[in-house]
Every structure is written in C-alpha cells, then in structure tokens.
Nanobody, 115 residues
Framework: QVQLVESGGGLVQAGGSLRLSCAAS????????MGWYRQAPGKQRELVAT???????NYVDSVKGRFTISRDNPKNTVCLQMNSLKPEDTAVYYC?????????WGQGTQVTVSS
C-alpha cells in the first residue's frame, strides 16, 4: 500500500516563497511519475508540475519560471519550491504518484498567498 504525506504549506505574502515536500512509502519500483496538483475553491483540480523517475519535468504555464519540482529517488520524496508566489496560487496542493497504472494522492496541504 502506497502512502503519500505532504508538508510545508502555510500562509505567505505575495512575492514570498514556500517549499512543499512529499514523502512516499510503500512498494515503489520502476518507472513512475510524482507530481503536484492544486485545487482552489470552486475550481477543478489542476496539474502544477510533474517529474518522472528519470528526471523529466513538466509545468503548467502559469508557474513556469517560478516553481521548481525536484525528487530524491532513493528516499522517494518530491519537493516543490515555489517562489514569487501570487494570490492566484492560493489552493490546496496535493502530492500525486502515478505508478503501475495507479494513482495515489496525499491528503493535501493548504497554501495561502495574501496580497
């Protein structure tokens, strides 16, 4: 059974930075994709950034140049460094793992950016 545990959310002023972390436990072998999604009130969950086990990254256009995703494969962790935060980045951020045709989600962590 795979479990994902996130940490690092909080309240920050516009222009500030936050770092989200996610630790995955369980049977994680072979090719997989870890990533971050977010859901703002009244909106659908959207992809923020992903990174494959090989290190290939992908970002939604709205965060390119501001957010950086990274991972530590031996530790099965993924981080999201968020800089130059904007009020529109306010959302619950969810860690995601795609492996073996299955998806797993963390419980979510709140990020609030004040103007």
């Amino acid at each position: 059974q795979v479990q994902l545990v996130e940490s690092g959310g909080g309240l920050v002023q516009a222009g500030g930075s936050l770092r989200l972390s996610c630790a995955a436990s369980g049977s994680i072998f072979g090719f997989n994709v870890m990533g971050w999604y977010r859901q703002a009130p009244g909106k659908q969950r959207e992809l923020v950034a992903t990174i494959t086990s090989g290190g290939t990254t992908n970002y939604v256009d709205s965060v390119k140049g501001r957010f950086t995703i990274s991972r530590d494969n031996p530790k099965n962790t993924v981080c999201l460094q968020m800089n130059s935060l904007k009020p529109e980045d306010t959302a619950v951020y969810y860690c995601n793992l795609y492996i073996g045709l299955r998806q797993y989600w963390g419980q979510g962590t709140q990020v609030t950016v004040s103007s």
